[in-house]
């Protein structure tokens, strides 16, 4: 049974600190999105690749946040320096070009 | 731009009651529609889809008919169980073709269903 998975699960850090996120997406998924949820906003898309190439990333605060996929089996999202607002939940989803997407448990980030 | 209003919950149901939880949508084009399911803990699933106008999705005892007249997809179970009880979230994508492959979310709906 072919998962997204998503590590950390859950992320406590100090505001400052770098946070690095990580996704594996589904084998022989060549799109990969970065979501985050907040009870505020909602689910808001953050940035997408197709076959390692960023395609939008308009959602995503450029000074502090970026996103890169080394290669095909990992996607990563950084936030550098974190502070307290970047506090939610975030979600990696993977999908075969113009299929489903399938969406990873998440990672429950608190920066405090 | 694209937009999708779903009612706001939360929405609280006795097991075998019936359920509706109204999702309408602004878009240009014909965007393909979604229901998505988020357990406690868990990331979303999705539960069905339609593609264009008339189409009908269905899963797990769930309905939703694509509206075009109406911009609505509205969600429907005859008779719910607590293992049900979770987040719904409303959404559409419009055409792959050259176009985004972007998922525009409503706020999501929480259900409870007690026994």
């Known amino acids: 049974d072919a998962r997204v998975t998503q590590t950390p699960r859950d992320k406590v850090t100090e505001m400052g600190q770098e946070v690095t996120m990580r996704c594996q997406p589904i084998l022989g998924h060549n799109t990969v999105f970065w979501y985050r949820q907040t009870m505020m906003q909602g689910l808001e898309l953050l940035a997408y690749f197709r076959n390692r190439a960023p395609l939008d990333d308009s959602g995503m605060p450029k000074d502090r946040f970026s996103a890169e996929m080394p290669d095909a089996t990992l996607a990563t999202l950084k936030i550098q320096p974190s502070e307290p607002r970047d506090s939610a939940v975030y979600f990696c989803?993977?999908?075969?070009?113009?299929?489903?997407?399938?969406f990873g448990p998440g990672t429950r980030l608190t920066v405090t | 731009g694209d937009s999708v209003t779903q009612m706001e919950g939360p929405v609280t149901l006795s097991e075998e009651a019936f359920l509706t939880i109204n999702c309408t949508y602004t878009a240009t084009g014909y965007p393909s529609l979604f229901w998505y399911v988020q357990y406690p803990g868990e990331g979303l699933q999705l539960l069905l889809k339609?593609?264009?106008?008339?189409d009908k999705g269905s899963n797990k005892g769930f309905e939703a008919t694509y509206r075009k007249e109406t911009t609505s997809f509205h969600l429907e179970k005859g008779s719910v169980q607590v293992s049900d009880s979770a987040v719904y979230f409303c959404a559409l994508r419009r055409g792959t073709q050259g176009g985004s492959e972007k998922l525009v979310f409503g706020k999501g709906t929480k259900l409870t269903v007690n026994p």
């Open positions: 989803a993977s999908a075969p070009q113009g299929g489903e997407q399938y």
């Open positions: 339609a593609t264009k106008a008339d």
